[in-house]
């Protein structure tokens, strides 16, 4: 398939129309927005509809708990709908584990700290309600746990990874940690695998086809196999698509994260002004779903860096957008 199709139906399967939706509607499309940074996770949301604020995605974490942040997929946080947290966790959680100890390890942190400094945590939630990090740390510190940020980072990711913790409430612009159990209502129930991956398959394909195994295996980061199996079965009609309209996608967006080549959206001559290597991939400016430029956001307003000037006038709306959302 030619770039330019590629970009129309990827950016189609991605909402990139940016109709009406509610939050929860958009995430779920997606199926997992990357949100370490939660900022960018709001934007990538703002992208695929109209009229939300930073605001209301705060209110779907916060008051209506439609939306959750956890450790699933590949290693890193991710925005999901609440209902999709369990067997996604399932799915991906158990892979974490390992790597997980060996980073404490690093620390100065030992398998019994580490599952001592779980229990803590899993009491002070239990006890008080949402914490924050730098509140957890203390607790962890007056434990005689090591309360670095680095350790305290890892351990409250290992709480997440063994089902204690999750990422629920926004207080004061940052995420709490709740009892997982708690705020989703229920403990995280036994998944079989198999109907898992088959859920993931169809539910990758609905927000990123076309996309192949390996596409899939390097989005999920679930091996080859899995990836093969979860698609095995699943059949995709992609009726024809419209251009996608000029878009200002924030850092770690799914449109430049959802497969395992972004050639088709990043031209090779500004590959590097994208993503420039150490993990970063900056916000980028999209025209019929190209990259065109990267921007960023200073004092809530939109700075556009583009790699050619004649395309300033398509982001007038799209900047004034950025800001009006922000602001709300």
Do not use: C
Request: charged share 25%.
């Amino acid at each position: 398939m030619e770039s330019a199709e590629l970009r129309k139906r990827r950016s189609a399967a991605q909402l990139l129309d940016a109709r009406p939706r509610p939050a929860p509607e958009v995430v779920g499309r997606l199926l997992a927005v990357q949100a370490q940074e939660l900022r960018s996770a709001r934007l990538a949301v703002r992208a695929r509809s109209s009229g939300l604020t930073a605001a209301d995605i705060d209110r779907e974490l916060t008051e209506e708990r439609s939306l959750v942040v956890g450790w699933v997929l590949r290693g890193t946080l991710h925005l999901v709908r609440r209902e999709d947290y369990a067997w996604l966790h399932a799915l991906t959680a158990s892979r974490q584990l390992t790597g997980s100890l060996r980073r404490l390890r690093e620390e100065g942190v030992s398998p019994a700290e580490a599952e001592h400094a779980v229990g803590i945590v899993e009491s002070a939630l239990a006890a008080e309600g949402p914490l924050t990090r730098t509140e957890l740390a203390e607790q962890l510190a007056a434990a005689g746990i090591r309360a670095e940020l680095p350790a305290v980072r890892h351990l409250l990711r290992l709480a997440a990874l063994e089902g204690v913790a999750i990422l629920g409430p926004v207080r004061s612009g940052a995420q709490a940690y709740a009892l997982t159990q708690e705020w989703l209502g229920a403990e995280l129930p036994a998944v079989d695998r198999d109907a898992a991956l088959a859920t993931l398959g169809a539910r990758y394909l609905a927000g990123h086809a076309p996309a192949t195994d390996e596409d899939l295996a390097a989005w999920a980061g679930l091996p080859l196999r899995d990836a093969r199996t979860a698609l095995a079965e699943i059949k995709t009609d992609l009726p024809p698509a419209a251009e996608p309209p000029p878009r200002l996608l924030p850092s770690f967006d799914p449109y430049l994260l959802g497969w395992k080549n972004r050639s088709f959206a990043v031209p090779p001559a500004h590959a590097r002004r994208v993503h420039p290597g150490g993990g970063v991939l900056r916000a980028t400016a999209t025209v019929h779903g190209l990259a065109v430029g990267t921007w960023s956001l200073r004092g809530g307003r939109v700075e556009l860096d583009l790699f050619a000037p004649e395309h300033a006038a398509a982001f007038e709306e799209e900047a004034a957008d950025v800001e009006r959302f922000v602001a709300g």
